[in-house]
């Protein structure tokens, strides 16, 4: 009986499973798992490659930031100061001293990116004079702090600064490489890639619209702070401590602007009681609607009559 | 909860496993669940009144398919109108009314209304209402039938994909897909995650960038040159453009990686020759709605050319404000429906001046044009009030100072230019070329594409929490 149902189990015939894998599917889930095994590594060794390729690009244009960290920035003078900054019109001032210039201002830059652009500097050059527009601290603005991030690579201290104000940003540093370089100051170092910097001037007169009728607030007031006052010192110590004579300066403004601002008095006192430097006032140096591009700014002709009272005041005087 | 924050990304990563996970019935409830979770997150007083409405919803169609008497149907398809027209104009236009009201009386120098209610616009509401009032009237039209299953006219009415900013959608389209169990495959998810990409880099990369140039612009219009000012202008269009063009797009996606498929909402409108077709490739979701349902009604192009001009300029005035309680938006879209009026009032003599005209200059200057007016009446659709409206066109018509070189920003000008030259050279490939079809059938195009975008997203992205401009109205 047993034998029986042995030979008859061996003649079932067990059906088959047949599942019909199409060869045009295999090929097709094939290609996509290629896809997906170039996709992954390509993403991120692209992204490593073409922001090394940036960081080159960053390094060798003529920007000052990039002159500061690729070895090519010493000179006798320094200057520091935020948009008004750019009214110390580098060329005229090499033309008046016969001296070399490195002008790191820029648009609203904070007291912290200035402390660590001038830290940064005497780290790495000598420098004879330091002119500081001590407007750089009335106004901080986070996001131009982290557009400075094409540089964290070169300088330690300026990748702490970006930690601390925007952890984010750091850690967006980090994970992409381009993402570095997503950033105004890169497209500034790529307009400055085999061009010197001599344009960074304004070349336009304040509208007379602007002089008949402005539309500012009754009163404006300079918040004075202590970090800011603390970014002066720390700029002025760095300089002494270089054996660098210190300059703090205040540039124009025009009258509708300066006549509203109640306490800058207060304010150049308070920057003397805090670092010890006297500031050179030249708040009301001029007037002269053809001087100023805007109630803040001197235009290029401004800043020539400027740079010529700051020559004939003995500021460009070196030790 | 906005597609362009932390938050979705973490939302839509837990929901589309467990989407699939779920089968049948309760992947729909699954879906109305977390489309009401989606909701609430931005304001969860509003749930009640969405739940309300889409309950009231429900069961008019359902009594308006049973009625057989024909003006019992027909008030009952008044009363959903009414009940839509009513939420969308008691939240969106109860302070435009007053406000209106009081500018009226204050002509007459009588007393003015004293408004106490400080009312919050329910996000995403004009698209919830249109949608609403298209599913009623499709049923009284018998179009379709009314549909039985609760959960899914719930999704039709609230799914988290179209909520905010659209596409509308019809229900003869969306809802036999919610019917079926749309199953997973590499090929939607794919062809959906390259459209959300798409939709983020339009959204992250350029009208992010542009909104910040555009927002000086507008603020400021005294303070900068005529050409500073036109920039603006133009950008702005790109702006608004990539701005709701990203958020359809990433809407699209998503709903392409569940499975279902969403109509187009826009199909490269600045390459359009004239302004009937710029319609037609603009927010194609609501200019269809609007022709549908308010156009043809009022009679469309019947009973004369008077009464066509007319009933265009009507529905033009009310999309517009169908925009936003203010009147610049009536004044833009009555603009708009001067341009349409106008474009068929010289047909003949443009018709006359195509065969005389190279067709290679002819059909770049109508296209020209069409942008050019398009962005001119964009001016009002930006603008808080009039003032700022015609202080900007009064910068604009000086035309001080076109000189280049004076502009400041010029590095942020020159970005922008440059995004948007490459996005049109896109546009105008993409037109004779289908993305989709592209991504699924070349894996090289494939890596190239999902590499490029992430990696110009990265070079090129605003990261900021701002908001799709569509979300207002």
């Known amino acids: 009986m047993k034998e029986s149902v042995i030979e008859n189990i061996s003649e079932v015939k067990v059906p088959s499973i047949e599942v019909e894998i199409q060869p045009e599917v295999v090929k097709k889930e094939k290609s996509r798992l290629w896809v997906y095994l170039v996709l ?57 001293t016969g001296k070399t210039t490195l002008n790191l201002s820029y648009n609203a830059l904070p007291g912290d990116v200035g402390q660590v652009l001038i830290e940064d500097y005497f780290e790495r050059y000598k420098a004879k004079l330091l002119i500081v527009d001590v407007s750089l601290v009335m106004k901080t603005e986070d996001p ?12 330690e201290k300026m990748s702490a600064l970006i930690h601390k104000v925007s952890p984010a940003t750091a850690r967006g540093c980090q994970i992409s490489k381009l993402y570095q370089y997503n950033s105004e100051l890169f497209h500034r170092a790529l307009y400055y890639l085999g061009k010197q910097e001599g344009d960074w001037i304004l070349d336009k007169q304040i509208k007379d619209e602007l002089l008949i009728h402005d539309n500012l607030a009754d009163s404006l007031n300079v918040v ?73 700014h001197l235009n290029k002709k401004g800043s020539l009559l400027y740079m010529k009272q700051l020559q004939d005041d003995g500021v460009f005087a070196l030790k | ?64 398919e049973k009625t057989e008497d024909e003006k019992k149907r027909k008030r009952l398809l008044i009363t959903s109108i009414v009940f839509n027209l009513v939420i969308l104009g008691f939240f969106k236009y109860f302070n435009f009314f007053i406000d209106s009201t009081n500018s009226v009386l204050g002509l007459f120098g009588t007393g003015t209304i004293h408004n106490t209610l400080h009312i919050i616009l329910p996000i995403g509401i004009s698209f919830y209402t249109f949608q609403a009032i298209s599913y009623t009237t499709d049923v009284y039209k018998r179009k379709i039938k009314a549909e039985t299953d609760f959960a899914a006219f719930s999704v039709y009415s609230i799914f988290f994909a179209k909520l905010t900013a659209g596409p509308i959608l019809r229900a003869h389209d969306f809802l036999p897909q919610l019917k079926t169990d749309q199953k997973f495959t590499w090929d939607n998810f794919e062809t959906g995650l390259a459209r959300v990409l798409l939709g983020f880099a339009k959204k992250i990369i350029i009208a992010d960038s542009l909104g910040s140039f555009v927002g000086t612009a507008f603020a400021f219009p005294d303070k900068y040159s005529s050409l500073y000012l036109i920039i603006g202008i133009i950008f702005y269009s790109f702006q608004i453009y990539c701005d709701f063009s990203g958020y359809s797009d990433i809407a699209i996606g998503i709903a392409r990686i569940l499975g279902y498929r969403f109509p187009e909402n826009f199909n490269f409108p600045y390459l359009a020759k004239n302004f009937s077709e710029f319609w037609s490739r603009w927010h194609m979701s609501l200019s269809s709605w609007l022709r549908e349902y308010l156009y043809i009604p009022l009679g469309g192009n019947r009973n004369g050319k008077f009464n066509a001009y007319r009933n265009l300029m009507i529905t033009m005035l009310l999309g517009g404000l169908w925009h936003g309680a203010n009147w610049t938006f009536v004044v833009w879209g009555g603009l708009n429906g001067v341009y ?134």
Not at chain 1, 144 to 155: K, L
Not at chain 2, 359 to 380: D, K
């Open chain 1, 224 to 296: 004075i702070t202590k970090k800011g006052l603390d970014n002066l010192k720390a700029i002025a110590d760095a300089a002494k401590k270089h054996n660098a004579k210190v300059e703090f300066v205040i540039a124009p403004y025009h009258s509708i602007w300066l006549n509203k601002i109640y306490n800058i008095k207060d304010f150049l006192a308070a920057v003397k009681n805090h670092t010890g430097v006297e500031v050179r006032d030249y708040c009301r140096f001029t007037n002269d609607k053809t001087c100023y591009s805007d109630y803040l």
């Open chain 1, 40 to 96: 992954i590594p390509l993403i991120f060794l692209g992204d490593r490659g073409i922001g090394a390729f940036l960081e080159y690009l960053t390094m060798s244009s003529n920007i000052r930031y990039s002159k500061l960290y690729n070895g090519k920035g010493e000179a006798d003078i320094v200057i520091l100061g935020n948009s008004r900054g750019n009214g110390y019109y580098e060329p005229e001032i090499r033309r008046i």
């Open chain 2, 340 to 473: 349409l009026v106008v474009q068929r009032l010289i047909l003949p003599y443009t018709e006359r001046m195509g065969k005389i005209v190279p067709r290679q200059l002819f059909i770049p200057s109508a296209m020209i044009i069409v942008f050019l007016l398009t962005c001119f009446s964009r001016i009002f659709f930006r603008s808080n009030d009039f003032d700022s409206a015609f202080e900007m066109i009064k910068g604009v018509f000086a035309f001080n100072d076109m000189s280049f070189g004076h502009l400041p920003n010029k590095f942020v000008i020159i970005k922008n230019l440059g995004l948007v030259s490459i996005l049109m050279i896109l546009e105008y490939v993409h037109q004779s070329n289908d993305f989709e079809a592209l991504v699924l059938k070349s894996p090289a195009f494939k890596i190239i594409t999902f590499s490029a975008i992430l990696w110009m997203i990265a070079l090129f992205g605003t990261f900021s929490d701002s908001q799709f401009i569509y979300i207002q109205f």
């Open chain 1, 144 to 155: 131009v702090i982290t557009s400075f991030r094409p540089y964290i690579s070169e300088s």
């Open chain 2, 1 to 64: 909860m906005i597609f362009n924050s932390i938050h979705f990304l973490e939302f839509i990563l837990i929901f589309i496993p467990l989407y699939y996970f779920f089968k049948g019935k309760l992947r729909l409830w699954f879906t109305l669940a977390a489309s009401y979770f989606f909701y609430g997150y931005w304001d969860y007083n509003f749930l009640a009144l969405v739940l309300a409405s889409t309950v009231f919803e429900y069961n008019l169609a359902l009594y308006i």
